[in-house]
Nanobody, 124 residues
C-alpha cells in the first residue's frame, strides 16, 4: 500500500530525502503523516501534509530543517531532511488517514494505510 525509500546512514549535518509512494488507492484525498520511532521511545508524528492544499504541520524538533512535499500526480509524498542530528535517528514510516486536513495530536487509529518503515541513522 505504501512503499518507502530513501533512508540510510548519514553524518550529522547531512541530508536525506524520504519517499513514500502509494499503490492501490488515490493518495490525493488523504492527509499523509510521516512518523518516526526510535528504540525505546514512543512513535511521534514528524510532519503532516493535508489534501487539497489544506496545510502542513511540523514537530517543533524538525521545524526549519525538514520539509514535506506531496506530488499527487505521482501518488507520492516526500520528506526532505536537512541539518540532520543524531537524535533524528529512527525508523520513519508514512501513513494516510481519510481525513483531508492535518491536526494534532495524531490519533494513530485514524490512519488506514501504513508503510513498512525505513531506517534513518545519523552519526555524530
Amino acid at each position: 500500500q505504501f512503499v518507502e525509500s530513501g533512508g540510510g546512514l548519514v553524518q550529522s549535518g547531512g541530508s536525506l530525502r524520504l519517499s513514500c509512494t502509494a499503490s492501490g488507492f488515490n493518495l490525493s484525498i488523504y492527509a499523509v503523516t510521516w512518523f518516526r520511532q526510535a528504540p525505546g521511545k514512543d512513535r511521534e508524528g514528524v510532519s503532516c501534509t493535508g489534501a487539497f492544499d489544506s496545510g502542513t504541520l511540523y514537530a517543533d524538533s524538525v521545524k526549519d530543517r525538514f520539509t514535506i512535499v506531496r506530488d499527487d500526480a505521482k501518488n507520492t509524498v516526500y520528506l526532505q531532511m536537512n541539518s540532520l542530528k543524531p537524535e533524528d535517528t529512527a525508523v520513519y514510516s508514512c501513513a494516510a488517514r481519510l481525513i483531508t486536513y492535518c491536526s494534532e495530536p495524531y490519533n494513530l487509529r485514524e490512519y488506514l494505510y501504513w508503510g513498512q518503515g525505513t531506517q534513518v541513522t545519523v552519526s555524530s
